[in-house]
């Protein structure tokens, strides 16, 4: 591995960063999670896409850059560097992207993927379901095949982003007598269509990033699946690949909370426990480490490799080191972390406190830390299987 930057890679690096230091909102946006948020984001997007740097890795003919994955690192440091905007299509530009990429035929390629770099149409995740979380091979919700149309039935929930989204990716059982991850279907739903109903889940922020999507007797065209029918299992599992190993959460992400935490114990170490320090210290190591591992994947991926079962010691790791890092932020700031932005005492707190309620969902989503530790023990250790 070569541990420098090449001139090509600096220039791209340098031009990302002119365009960002232009064009990031001066303001934070507001939470995509909120209806106006959701429309605020999605205008930076647009405006991320014409200037080109929407979906930096996917194709030219799709909107990208033709970007390589080392690249794609060099542009999301630029890009956390610079503050910019939460990327609201992330399911769609980030998972069912890359997707589409590998099942997609030519036409559902033409079809979605400019709408998705545009966040014209903005993607849900349709996994879970009430009886399908972790054991997601327990999906119920079904596509009855009826001539050239599925009709799909059934109940998804969880679905980030779902309350304002415009298209649903999901698992749907397409063979009745089947069991466990065999005929499932991986099928792309319009939310607008009849017999869909979205029913926000308000979280406890008070903001509805969530929704519970029912479908009674939905008609999608056969063409909206994605792979061959009953193959959807291994469809999904690229996508969960990705998922956690690589493209939803770039290490940058969590190297700016690090700054941010380094800047806040400077702010704040006249008054604060000396032993914060360590813990201050150890997470900011704790980010590099994780973005020097990234760096070691990405090289072996350019070399061909492939994203395997390790993927799951990363989830773990950027999981528990974000939730540290906002934990010891918390104590830096001591009482004063729960005022409100808007309390009269709460300047230089910041917004530690949300970031510590959405870090406190990282362990969960994108496969829970138990069954990643499960998968590391049978895969990696060669344990048994648990019963
Ligand atoms: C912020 C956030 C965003 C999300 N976004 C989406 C989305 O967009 N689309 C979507 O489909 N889903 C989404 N989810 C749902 C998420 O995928 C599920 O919550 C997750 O898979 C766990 O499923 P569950 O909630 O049903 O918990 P369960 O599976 O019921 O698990 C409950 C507990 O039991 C443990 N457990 C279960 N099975 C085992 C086992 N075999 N061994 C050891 N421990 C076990 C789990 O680790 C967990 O601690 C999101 C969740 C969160 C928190």
Redesign the pocket.
């Known amino acids: 591995m070569d541990l420098r930057y090449t001139a090509a890679q600096q220039a791209f690096r340098a031009q990302a960063r002119r365009w960002l230091e232009a064009n990031v909102p001066q303001q934070p946006l507001p939470s995509f999670d909120t209806r106006e948020g959701f429309e605020a984001h999605r205008a930076w997007e647009a405006k991320l896409e014409k200037g080109g740097w929407a979906v930096v890795s996917w194709p030219v003919e799709y909107g990208g850059r033709g970007a390589d994955l080392l690249e794609w690192l060099i542009f999301e440091e630029e890009y956390y560097r610079a503050g910019a905007p939460r990327r609201v299509n992330q399911?769609g530009i980030f998972l069912l992207g890359p997707t589409l990429m590998e099942f997609g035929t030519p036409e559902q390629k033409a079809r979605y993927l400019p709408k998705m770099a545009t966040s014209a149409e903005v993607w849900?995740?349709?996994?879970?379901?009430?009886?399908?979380?972790?054991?997601?091979a327990a999906i119920q919700a079904s596509a009855r095949r009826d001539g050239e149309h599925y009709v799909l039935r059934g109940q998804?929930?969880?679905?980030?982003?779902?309350a304002f989204a415009h298209w649903l990716f999901?698992l749907f059982r397409s063979d009745p007598a089947s069991e466990r991850h065999r005929g499932l279907s991986f099928v792309l739903v319009p939310l607008d269509a009849p017999g869909v109903t979205v029913r926000p889940i308000a979280q406890l922020d008070g903001e509805t990033?969530?929704a519970e999507i029912f479908l009674d007797d939905v008609r999608v065209p056969v063409d909206n699946r994605l792979g061959a029918e009953g193959q959807g299992w291994a469809v999904a599992m690229a996508t969960a690949g990705f998922e956690r190993g690589l493209m939803l959460r770039s290490p940058a992400r969590f190297q700016a909370t690090a700054r941010r935490l380094v800047e806040l114990y400077r702010e704040n170490a006249a008054d604060c426990d000396p032993a914060l320090r360590d813990a201050t210290v150890n997470c900011w190591l704790g980010a590099e480490a994780y973005a020097l591992d990234t760096y070691r994947t990405v090289s072996r991926l350019l070399g061909g490799g492939k994203i395997g079962a390790e993927a799951s010691l990363g989830k773990i790791f950027w999981s528990e080191l974000d939730l540290r890092m906002h934990e010891t932020a918390l104590r830096i700031l001591g009482e004063r972390a729960e005022l409100l932005p808007e309390a009269p005492a709460a300047h230089g707190v910041g917004d530690w406190l949300d970031g510590h309620l959405?870090a406190l969902?990282?362990?969960?989503?994108?496969?829970?830390?138990?069954?990643q530790?499960?998968l590391i023990a049978e895969r990696i250790l060669g344990l048994p299987k648990?019963s």
């Open positions: 399911n849900a995740q349709g996994w879970s379901e009430p009886n399908a979380g972790s054991d997601m998804k929930t969880w679905a980030s982003r779902g999901g990033g969530f959405f969902s990282g362990p969960i989503y994108a496969g829970t830390n138990e069954i530790r499960n648990g």
